[in-house]
């Protein structure tokens, strides 16, 4: 079984910086990108990060020059560097990565955390 554990979480005024990670664990064979989504209450899940298996990067707008992603391959770990949070950073947020665990694997299948809980203090 492939487990995703995020970690970090937490609470934060306005300002302020926190990071969070995501560990892959479990049989994996290979982990092409991995990315970060949130979701706050009352919203649907909202794509945040992406980090492919080279180390390219995409943003969503609203945390461009804010927030950086980056992995550790060694680990199958992804993080989350959150800078000049705002109010509206506060979700739950949830990492996804794509995975093969056995050589048969056709395709890349999605795995996702538990999610974890950021809230950002006016």
């Known amino acids: 079984q492939v487990q995703l554990v995020e970690s970090g979480g937490g609470l934060v005024q306005a300002g302020g910086s926190l990071r969070v990670s995501c560990a892959a664990s479990?049989?994996?064979?290979?982990?092409?990108?991995m990315a970060w989504y949130r979701q706050a209450s009352g919203k649907q899940r909202e794509w945040v990060a992406i980090?492919?298996?080279?180390?390219?990067?995409n943003y969503a707008d609203s945390v461009k020059g804010r927030f950086t992603i980056s992995r550790d391959n060694a680990k199958n770990t992804v993080y989350l560097q959150m800078n000049s949070l705002k109010p509206e950073d506060t979700a739950v947020y949830y990492c996804?990565?794509?995975?093969?665990?056995?050589?048969?694997?056709?395709?890349?299948?999605?795995?996702w955390g538990q999610g974890i809980q950021v809230t950002v203090s006016s």
């Open positions: 996804n990565a794509g995975l093969k665990t056995t050589p048969w694997d056709s395709r890349w299948r999605d795995y």
């Open positions: 479990g049989r994996i064979l290979s982990i092409n990108a």
């Open positions: 980090i492919t298996s080279d180390g390219s990067t």
